[in-house]
């Protein structure tokens, strides 16, 4: 079992930056792939960034050079790192890791919110 706790959300202006960090604990965070994800208001969940086991990382095109998600094994922790905040990054941010074969994770946290508004 897994649990991860997101932090570091809130009320960003446009152009802002924000870091939101997810906590592991349980089996050992640099056993699983783990992705970040968002669900802006209204809308469907979807994909941020993904970082594999031995730290390929891949980014959605929509935050491509606005984002950079990292993770640190010995910690147990992750990072995502937004830059530019638009208001249509507004949106609850969860962490998840153990991805599956196809493309579904396991284990979620909770969420951040991350509101950018002027």
Known sequence: QVRLVE???????????LSISCASSGRPFSLFDMGWFRQPPGKERELVAEISRDGGIHYADSVYGRVA?????????AYLH?????????????????????????????????IVSS
């Open 7 to 17: 932090s570091g959300g809130g009320l960003r202006k446009p152009g802002d930056s």
């Open 69 to 77: 998600a990292s993770r640190d094994n010995a910690r147990n922790l």
């Open 82 to 114: 937004m830059s530019n905040l638009k208001p249509e990054d507004s949106a609850v941010y969860y962490c998840a890791v153990d991805r599956a074969s196809d493309g579904s994770y396991v284990y979620w946290g909770q969420g951040t919110q991350v």
